[in-house]
Each structure stands twice: as structure tokens, then as C-alpha cells.
T-cell receptor, first 116, second 113 residues
Framework: AQSVTQLGSHVSVSEGALVLLRCNYS??????LFWYVQYPNQGLQLLLK??????LVKGINGFEAEFKKSETSFHLTKPSAHMSDAAEYFC??????????????FGKGTLLTVNP | NAGVTQTPKFQVLKTGQSMTLQCAQD?????MYWYRQDPGMGLRLIYY???????DKGEVPNGYNVSRLNKREFSLRLESAAPSQTSVYFC????????????FGQGTRLTVV
């Protein structure tokens, strides 16, 4: 089954510092990959998604992610953290095809803390 | 535009009681999902419905049943609630296809005592 692994359940950065949140997927066939963000007491919303059109994907709020097939990774970055970026971030995967391609599976999440 | 609406927002049940969590979307989406969120576990898929008339098990279906009542509504039922089902439950929907964005409800916080 397709899955994603998020390295680091908690990442803490200073305001203005680089944000790097890691996600690796397990599949021999590149799947569709997503990053979602969850602010406290809210549902999830999409940050960005990879759909094979380009390996570098830009999302909302200055975030971007790079798909690297050789490393089976889809890490999320932002050059300069802002206090409002404090939230939990989830990597998610949908299989490329087959009968289960409607599934959407999430990683365990990474809580981002931004220090002033 | 309401998006995905879940009811109730909060619920406390006693062990053994039953209840149904309701979810409705007004975006004409084909696929709908139920997840539970627990600390350190991320979102785990309980059941999903690829399209009206079909439902499939996810990672953690035991103790739950679902009904895709029509294209708009997808309900989750706990027949005999257990403390292990204390969690935050999220419903989501998306247009048919693996590369489409999922839209989430605000969640139902369920406590089983």
C-alpha cells in the first residue's frame, strides 16, 4: 500500500529562518503527492500538490516543494518563516492508478513552531 | 458556499452507546472520506466512498459503519462506542480522481467515557 513518512514530529525554527519539513513516499511508481496545513481547531487545507507536470511545485503562503524521484521525497520548504506559519503540516499520497486510486493517505504530521 | 459540513461539532458518549456522525458537501464532489485524528497518529482513513453507491474500508474500519446516502451525504456510525474511539473525526470530499484537492470539514470532537 502507498504510504508517506514524515521525518520529525516537531520542528522548531526562528522567525525569518528556513523551514524544511520532510516527506518520503513508498512506491515504485510516483504517486500524486500533497501537502496540507492544519491550524489549531480547524480542518485541513491544501498547500500544494505534485501531479507530474513539474518537479518544483509552488503553493500558497510562500511554500514550495520539490519532487525527487531518486530520493522518493517531496520535502516542503519556505525561505523565511513567519509567526503565522505555526501549524501542523501533513504530507499525503494518492496512488497513481488501479482500483484504490481514490484513496488519500496521510502521514503522521509535523508540528511547526515559530519562535520570535 | 458551505463546503463540507459536519454535525455535531462536539459529542460525549457513554461506552456502548451508538451515534451517527453526519457529513454533507455542496460542491458536487464524487468522492468522500472519513478520517480520525489522534495525537501522534496523523489522520487515519476509516472509510471512503469513491462515488455514490460505493464504499470501501480504509486503514481503521473496525467498529464503524458508513452510508453514502446520496451524492451529497456520507455518514459514519458507531454502533457500540468504546473509549478507544475517542478522537477528532474529519469528513472530506473531492472531485473524482487521484490528483484532486480534498476539502475538509471542521471536525467532530468525540469523547467516549
Amino acid at each position: 500500500a502507498q504510504s508517506v513518512t514524515q521525518l520529525g514530529s516537531h520542528v522548531s525554527v526562528s522567525e525569518g529562518a528556513l523551514v524544511l519539513l520532510r516527506c518520503n513516499y513508498s512506491s515504485s511508481v510516483p504517486p500524486y503527492l500533497f501537502w496540507y496545513v492544519q491550524y489549531p481547531n480547524q480542518g485541513l487545507q491544501l498547500l500544494l500538490k505534485y501531479t507530474s507536470a513539474a518537479t518544483l511545485v509552488k503553493g500558497i503562503n510562500g511554500f514550495e516543494a520539490e519532487f525527487k524521484k531518486s530520493e522518493t521525497s517531496f520535502h516542503l520548504t519556505k525561505p523565511s518563516a513567519h509567526m503565522s506559519d505555526a501549524a501542523e503540516y501533513f504530507c499525503a499520497v494518492s496512488p497513481e492508478g488501479g482500483g484504490s486510486n481514490y484513496k488519500l493517505t496521510f502521514g503522521k504530521g509535523t508540528l511547526l513552531t515559530v519562535n520570535p | 458556499n458551505a463546503g463540507v459540513t459536519q454535525t455535531p461539532k462536539f459529542q460525549v458518549l457513554k461506552t456502548g452507546q451508538s451515534m451517527t456522525l453526519q457529513c454533507a458537501q455542496d460542491m458536487n464532489h464524487n468522492s468522500m472520506y472519513w478520517y480520525r485524528q489522534d495525537p501522534g497518529m496523523g489522520l487515519r482513513l476509516i472509510y471512503y466512498s469513491a462515488s455514490e453507491g460505493t464504499t470501501d474500508k480504509g486503514e481503521v474500519p473496525n467498529g464503524y459503519n458508513v452510508s453514502r446516502l446520496n451524492k451529497r451525504e456520507f455518514s459514519l456510525r458507531l454502533e457500540s462506542a468504546a473509549p478507544s474511539q475517542t478522537s477528532v473525526y474529519f469528513c472530506a470530499s473531492r472531485v473524482r480522481g487521484p490528483n484532486t484537492e480534498a476539502f475538509f470539514g471542521q471536525g467532530t470532537r468525540l469523547t467516549v467515557v
